[in-house]
């Protein structure tokens, strides 16, 4: 099911396991973070996330409510989380929520909608 694709994305990026995480993208994703921009592909997927997660000793992304329907050739996915990213001592959290779309068993679309504010304020606290 479509939702089992993107729960299994979201455990490899909490454990920060990146080829396990883009292996559930296909080759021509769009990877959308709304405020900030898109790319499209794994390696640009790669080149957008990797820095961003290396700058944190732990990730984690609470799913608080999921919805899916479709199925694995066409499948659509929905959440809301709580994007948790540790540094140091520090918790630092980003409400976001997330859109998938899943072809052929992977990925083909992620968008994810947050609050630029928010992160700002993230990474102004990270700062300190």
């Given at each position: ?24 993208l296909t080759d021509d994703c ?10 499209f592909g794994r390696d640009a ?84």
């Amino acid at each position: 099911m479509p939702i089992d694709i993107v729960t299994s994305f979201i455990e490899a990026v909490e454990r920060m396991d990146l080829d396990h995480a883009l292996s559930h993208l296909t080759d021509d994703c769009e990877y959308d973070n709304v405020p900030i921009g898109k790319v499209f592909g794994r390696d640009a997927v790669r080149d957008t996330l990797a820095p961003f997660i290396a700058r944190f000793e732990q990730v984690q992304w609470v799913v608080t409510h999921q919805v899916g329907s479709g199925n694995l050739d066409h499948g659509v996915v929905m959440n809301e989380r709580l994007d948790r990213f540790r540094a140091g001592e520090t918790w630092l959290e980003l409400p976001v929520a997330g859109l998938f779309l899943v072809r052929h068993g992977q990925i083909s679309l992620w968008r994810d909608y947050f609050d630029m504010g928010a992160l700002t304020r993230m990474f102004s606290a990270d700062s300190h």
